[in-house]
């Protein structure tokens, strides 16, 4: 044996001492990660590109792009089940990275022939904040048919985190080239990234079979079979599942706490100057994700291991309601930047791969098709609304901050019981002794 395999032998045992992995689970697993993190930093190369294109325009103009967002969202996800039904399980991923890698190159040539470039800038606008959503949720639809209920319990925790190192090394990569190239030149690398990503998929399709053994996830159905069915069939299946909705007033009520807690920050912050703003803005991405890849890398696999999913989607609830309660009596700018840290970095690290272990408890057609109706419509609805509830509260109703955070510590109570709720219906629906047997098999 060599030295190299040594080292690399001695890597993957720490690997697998510190997150949890299985020997047999290692090529899949950072194969997933490495996925999700190109993903990410795409999306983060093109992110402040979006969000320059913002500074032109108006409140209002900004207002109706997000709603046209949402009504976009909805049309999208209504297409992608159609596609969902006709393309083949085995390339339905790649087709959908595929596609949007095609539409930067569009958009980059569009750039490069138009004088006038309003239209298609408010068009790349809301392009952009539909992929933010849509790439990251047809991922996690492809790690549930990918990973087994045990595996996704201890795994997901540790893949999420490459999407925190994706949303670090997206911008620097971005803030790196955008001096000597510029920024429509961005669109180009975005693509190129998300096309270095087919490889990776089509691999960790093989490694389902290889390694993970998990050829059964697909509840009956092989791997080149059509999933079938209504095109239309998300939304009927989200409307008519309790443990969907569920999982919608979930998102719905982080989509809350986010839109009460940006508002209050923005507000709070109005007194400083702009590079002030920057530099607290900058510095609160930061930290973020460095607590997001420490805690996903090596702590939300075992808390969804040894305390169950309903602790884990109950906890960042209540420890952000406990936030805006001490914001409703202090509302200063130190305390709601605690709060939107612990929010973001507890979606990303914990939250959200918890979250997703809900979805290898359904079936295949559900994975894809009611789970982007769950992660992109209802995200994006929930935006819409809860921004014009808290300019009804503050604007409309005269409530000052203190009384909106003690609002939002109430909306977090009830996120947290809709948490606990899912938790226990995930055991419900995959038996009493479901996360025992997760347990069992890593022990």
Not at 104 to 126: E, H, N
Not at 294 to 304: D, E, M, N, S, W
Not at 363 to 369: I, L, W
Request: hydrophobic content about 55%; some cysteine.
């Amino acid at each position: 044996m060599t030295d190299n395999d040594e080292e690399q032998g001695m890597l993957l045992r720490l690997l697998a001492r510190a997150c949890d992995i299985e020997p047999s689970e290692t090529r899949a697993t950072l194969a997933s990660f490495s996925l999700v993190l190109v993903l990410m930093g795409s999306y983060y190369i093109l992110r402040p590109v979006r969000d320059a294109m913002a500074s032109d325009w108006t409140d209002a103009e900004v207002s109706w792009l997000w709603t046209f967002t949402f009504l976009f969202s909805t049309l999208a996800v209504s297409l992608y089940g159609a596609a969902v039904t006709r393309i083949r399980v085995q390339r339905l991923v790649p087709a959908v990275y595929g596609f949007f890698a095609t539409s930067f190159v569009l958009f980059y040539l569009g750039t490069q022939s138009l004088a006038d470039r309003t239209l298609l800038d408010k068009t790349f606008y809301v392009w952009i904040s539909l992929f933010s959503l849509f790439h990251i949720s047809v991922f996690w639809s492809f790690m549930a048919d990918t990973f087994s209920k045990p595996q996704a319990t201890r795994l997901f925790g540790f893949i999420g985190a490459g999407a925190s190192i994706g949303a670090i090394g997206g911008p620097a990569f971005a803030a790196l080239l955008v001096g000597d190239m510029g920024t429509d030149p961005l669109l180009l690398v975005a693509s190129m990234l998300v096309v270095a990503t087919l490889p990776l998929i089509i691999w960790i399709q093989r490694l389902k079979l290889t390694d993970l053994g998990n050829r059964n996830i697909a509840a009956g159905k092989g791997d080149f079979d059509f999933i079938g069915g209504n095109p239309l069939a998300g939304f009927s299946e989200f409307m008519q599942s309790r443990y969907l909705l569920a999982i919608g007033l979930f998102i719905f009520f982080y989509t809350s706490i986010g839109s009460f807690v940006y508002f209050e920050l923005k507000n709070l912050l109005a007194d400083y100057d702009r590079e002030t703003r920057s530099q607290i803005w900058a510095t609160m991405d930061l930290v973020v994700n460095i607590l997001t890849v420490l805690v996903a890398a090596f702590a939300t696999g075992r808390i969804a291991k040894y305390f169950g999913l309903s602790f884990t989607l109950a906890s960042i609830p209540v420890l952000i309601g406990a936030g805006m309660l001490i914001l409703a009596a202090a509302p200063m700018v130190s305390v709601v930047v605690a709060v939107q840290i612990v929010r973001r970095a507890g979606n990303y690290a914990v939250s959200r791969p918890a979250r997703e272990m809900l979805f290898t408890a359904v079936d295949r057609e559900v994975r894809f098709k009611a789970k982007p109706v769950i992660d992109i419509v209802i995200y994006r609805g929930g935006d819409m609304l809860n921004a014009w509830a808290f300019t009804a509260l503050t604007q409309g109703l005269g409530l000052g901050l203190g009384m909106v955070a003690f609002a939002g510590a109430g909306i977090a109570g009830l996120w947290a019981l809709t948490g606990i709720y899912l938790g226990r219906r995930f055991r419900e629906m995959n038996g009493d002794q479901a996360l025992a047997a997760a347990t069992a098999q890593v022990e």
